[in-house]
Nanobody, 120 residues
Framework: QVQLVESGGGLVQAGESLRLSCAAS????????MSWYRQAPGKQRELVAS???????TYADAVKGRFTISRDNAKNTVDLQMNSLKSEDTAVYYC??????????????WGQGTQVTVSS
């Protein structure tokens, strides 16, 4: 019922910036939290940043001060501005959304992922 489509990944050099975007579509009542996770080869998926509908944000310690998450509730989109990228930021980045369907049941969905590669 909910589709999440990410865009904006790519290959950059260390110190450069990238902006990831995720758009939610489908049949749902609301989106409560929107988040970005990442998974590097051989590692577990980890939270990068999260933003609630009201605006409060959470960041992983590794990205604080470099990444900024934002959302547009009217457009059902969430962005991740990534500055001062490091080689250790290389991973597949996934969009994740939690909310309610029209039947008031809670849902959670993942996007398909977008590759971010930072060369040193």
């Amino acid at each position: 019922q909910v589709q999440l489509v990410e865009s904006g990944g790519g290959l950059v050099q260390a110190g450069e910036s990238l902006r990831l975007s995720c758009a939610a579509s489908g049949s749902f009542f609301s989106i409560r939290d929107m988040s970005w996770y990442r998974q590097a080869p051989g590692k577990q998926r980890e939270l990068v940043a999260s933003i609630s509908r009201g605006g409060p944000t959470t960041y992983a310690d590794a990205v604080k001060g470099r990444f900024t998450i934002s959302r547009d509730n009217a457009k059902n989109t969430v962005d991740l501005q990534m500055n001062s990228l490091k080689s250790e930021d290389t991973a597949v980045y996934y969009c994740y959304a939690v909310g309610r369907l029209f039947n008031m049941r809670t849902y959670d969905y993942w996007g398909q992922g977008t590759q971010v590669t930072v060369s040193s």
